[in-house]
């Protein structure tokens, strides 16, 4: 067990609609990492936020946006959905700012139909 | 922009063999990090190179790290079954905070 706690575990909506997922860190890691993993695209860094505050940026599409909250977990957010967005989505955690990630989630698998 | 290549792809071994799997990676970087997946699993944090020369060993598996070719490689001693799954290699872009996977090696471990 990582610790990262994703929810929901799976997804399924049509194009056009709007979802979140949640992600909680690690007891005691402040910054939490979205990652997308598909097909084609393979694993791709999204988002790092730290203590609140966004950190990098990947390659994140404008459609889709984050935020962490101040109990540190953190909201995904995924709008006009497309066919191409289904994909594995990660959460990570890691104590601090420049630390890359040691524990992920288990994901939310998002199906687009 | 940084770029992350594994060979191979897809690697089929037997049961007690060794094998290596290579990481190139095309910009400077301070980091590299190995990670294994399961299918339809999570991401499982295998080593931490932070170093040129670096060397790690968990195991059946160590990993190392040559800073000046780029390059890392996981080696994979007297295989078993229980080694199966897809390895990642990544890589820290150098004061961007961003982690760049490699494609993944598919390792599959027959008896």
């Known amino acids: 067990d990582s610790g990262v706690t994703q929810t929901p575990k799976h997804l399924i909506t049509a194009t056009g609609q709007r979802v979140t997922l949640r992600c909680s860190p690690r007891?005691?890691?402040?910054?939490v990492y979205w990652y997308q993993q598909s097909l084609d695209q393979g694993l791709q860094f999204l988002i790092q936020?730290?203590?609140?505050?966004?950190?990098a940026k990947g390659n994140i599409l404008e459609r889709f946006s984050a935020q962490q909250f101040p109990d540190l977990h953190s909201e995904l957010n995924l709008s006009s959905l497309e066919l191409g967005d289904s994909a594995l989505y990660f959460c990570?955690?890691?104590?601090?700012?420049?630390?890359?990630?040691?524990?992920f989630g288990d994901g939310t698998r998002l199906s687009i139909l | 922009e940084l770029k992350v290549e594994q060979n191979p792809l897809f690697l089929s071994m037997q049961e007690g063999k060794n094998y290596t799997i290579y990481c190139n990676y095309s910009?400077?970087?301070?980091?590299l990090y190995w990670y294994r997946q399961d299918p339809g699993k999570s991401l499982e944090s295998l080593f931490v190179?932070?170093?040129?020369?670096a060397v790690k060993q968990e195991g059946r598996l160590m990993a190392s790290l040559d800073t000046k070719a780029r390059l890392s490689t996981l080696h994979i001693t007297a295989a078993v079954h229980d080694l199966s799954a897809t390895y990642f290699c990544?890589?820290?872009?150098?004061?961007?905070?961003?982690?760049?996977f490699g494609q993944g090696t598919r390792l599959t471990i027959n008896p």
């Open positions: 990570a955690s890691s104590p601090g700012v420049y630390n890359q990630p040691q524990h």
């Open positions: 007891s005691g890691d402040l910054s």
């Open positions: 936020y730290y203590n609140g505050e966004e950190r």
């Open positions: 910009t400077t970087s301070d980091r």
């Open positions: 190179l932070l170093s040129n020369g």
């Open positions: 990544a890589v820290d872009i150098r004061g961007a905070q961003k982690l760049v």
